[in-house]
């Protein structure tokens, strides 16, 4: 199946008040390996193990985050077992959403400490 122009998804960019702080809130909820970090650009890079990154980047003075009520990024983690995935990061203090599911996935959601809507989802 031809993609077009496009060869897949490079990166999921979150847009963040303190990116320090989301680098290790990040790190800690997930477990993730130390990412790449640019201070200069205020931007930490993830690898996510595949073709496709994480990356944090920090909002200029005068930039804010838009309401909750309104479309922003929205990352989608795939994972093998969503009702492990979620008691593991309501243990590690993530405010975590009910599991839900229909259509042949098992899927939450949850928010980082900027308010940012993540979501892990399970194909069954």
């Given amino acids: 199946m031809s993609t077009g122009v496009f060869l897949g ?3 999921v960019l979150i ?12 790190r800690a ?3 993730f ?19 496709t990154s994480l990356t944090l ?3 200029k003075p005068g930039e804010g985050l838009p ?18 995935t979620r008691e593991l990061l309501a243990g590690r203090g993530v405010d975590v959403g009910p599991l ?7 899927f939450f959601t949850f928010r980082d400490p900027d308010g940012n809507l993540l979501e892990a989802c399970q194909v069954h």
Avoid: C, H, M
């Fill in 9 to 11: 998804l490079d990166t």
């Fill in 15 to 26: 847009r963040v008040t303190n990116v320090e702080a989301a680098r290790d809130w990040y």
């Fill in 29 to 31: 909820a997930f477990g």
């Fill in 33 to 51: 390996d130390e990412p790449y970090f640019d201070a200069a650009e205020r931007l930490a890079v993830f690898s996510l193990g595949g073709t």
């Fill in 57 to 59: 980047w920090e909002l």
């Fill in 67 to 84: 309401p909750r009520t309104q479309s922003a990024t929205f990352p989608i983690f795939s994972v093998k077992d969503a009702k492990e």
């Fill in 100 to 106: 839900a599911g229909g259509g042949g996935v098992t």
